[in-house]
């Protein structure tokens, strides 16, 4: 087990508005969701003293912009300026995720008290994903000229292989979308937060990227999530209950740019992410109480579920259905609504959501006796990094 | 079947890993990046052998045959320059002589309905213009 397990927790957590279009500077939702999770706290903002985020922004072909596309660790500073400030750092290699586990680390090396960490996500207007111009470079001039353009057929390729080499059947995702629904219902910062689905809804939704219809792929939208992380010590004089990081892990594996449609490339990604997070935190798939699965795209959510281990491999839309997935089911999953639900802010709400369930703060969502709290933060091929938080530090 | 009579597409733009591979689809020949270490197969093209760290790297003719790894039928017309082949399958073509290494292509001359995993496919090719030929795939006869 790790030297350092539930050393540092989760504190205050922070949203801003979720808007389908960019009516203000990303900049403030940053602010907002900065500002809204010091508070949550009972913090100063004076008080923070590490800053950490991952500032991409994942659609193609449109320009990045610091304060209007992305959230920059540099616009963050000149919006607080911040007197303690000791510390701050932007990731490259494993997405939001990332940013957190480096706060971690630098809170166990001392070099900072409370530190924050946010994801802005921007909308921009027109087509999100572009394909490259009339040109195609890089790695792109072996996908761009058939028709590849942005992540979702990069991902629709390896579903199908999934869903064909285990004899699957698509329409067995409808419980995932549908369920996940039900679960936004529970969470007013998400954007169908009011607005149900239903199985027929899933079923008639018309198709993107085969086996992908609508209701497979996450919405995008304009907004912002933050949260505190500090010292375990630290965390207990705060106002709310801790979330203790028992372990975490990063994928440690990685496909040649422009290889696309690798099954193994998830699994083997995702396995060894969450090797790590099992023996750091001495737990293993059945202990789990409740999971946030990372489902930019919903296949993301199969492949986090086999390569982690809480089922086999071809099972995972068998594992999803008769209720085990719900509230009260045996492994309740996704319980914010998961991207699907909230919008496209990609991982840093899965990992909000994990740590509020583990501390008790999930309100009308929250999962009964809820200690072990497992969360996979993005899609384990490229940016996988997983953790585990728990209520009771023992 | 899918019209790409209208379609423009993205023309790739070799680079120095990648030069060979163009040239040789110019005049209609697969060639892919060979190990001469330990001999494997690799695409795209890298600095290094994924396999084995060996740098003795060189392009070699393979025969074009294979089956079809994984596909997506794309219906989203986003791209207004490929609006008019929706829907279309993209492909993922697993070589004989090559495993592991993974093209993309489309599959042409075949409804959309005839990719799926497993299916025969040989390569084609598709002339963009004089200096670039796209090596596509079509089921096997």
Known sequence: MWDNRCKIAVSGVGFSKVTRSADIPLAAHALTAVRDAVADSGLQMADIDGLATYPELPA?????????????????????????LTWHIQVGTTNIGGAVQQAVNALLAGVCKYAVVWRAMHNPSGTYQNLPGAYAHGAAQFTAPYGFGGPGQGMAVAYTRWLERHGQNREKMATLAVTQRRHTQHNPHAWFYGTPLTREDYLASRMVAYPFCLFDCDIPVQGAVA???????????????????????????????GRIGSLSSYMEGGSSSAKLTWERSGFSPKDVDVAQIYDGFSASVIYGLESYGFCKEGEA????????????????????????????????????????????????????????????ASAPIVTGTTFIFVGDPY | MSDWSKVTRPIPVPNEWTRPFWDAAKNHRLELQRCQNCRSFQHPPYATCVQCMAIDLKFEPVS??????????????????????????????????????????????????????????????????????????????
């Open chain 1, 227 to 257: 949260i505190v992380l500090t010292t375990a010590d630290r965390a207990r004089d705060l106002k709310p209950k801790p979330a203790y990081i028992a372990g975490y892990g990063q994928r440690l594996h990685f496909e040649v740019a």
């Open chain 1, 60 to 84: 193609t072909g449109h320009a990045e912009v610091d304060g209007i596309s992305v959230v920059s660790v540099n616009c963050m500073m000149a919006m607080l300026k911040l007197p303690a």
């Open chain 1, 317 to 376: 839309l068998d594992f999803i259905q008769d209720g085990r997935i719900e509230l009260d089911g045996e492994l309740p999953l996704n319980t914010f609504g998961g991207s699907l639900g909230t919008g496209r802010i990609h991982g840093l709400w899965h990992i909000i959501e994990g740590a509020l369930q583990a501390s008790g703060r999930a309100g009308s969502r929250q999962v009964k006796d809820a200690n072990v709290s497992f969360v996979g």
């Open chain 2, 64 to 141: 074009g045959t294979g089956t079809i790894y994984a596909y997506t039928i794309m219906y989203h017309t986003g791209d207004k320059r490929f609006a008019s082949a929706v829907p279309y399958a993209s492909i993922i073509v697993e070589l004989d002589e090559a495993p592991g290494a993974l093209l993309a292509a489309n599959l042409l001359d075949a409804p959309y309905t005839e990719a799926k995993v497993g299916r025969r496919v040989e390569v084609t090719f598709e002339k963009l213009n004089d200096d670039i030929t796209l090596p596509q795939f079509r089921l096997a006869g």
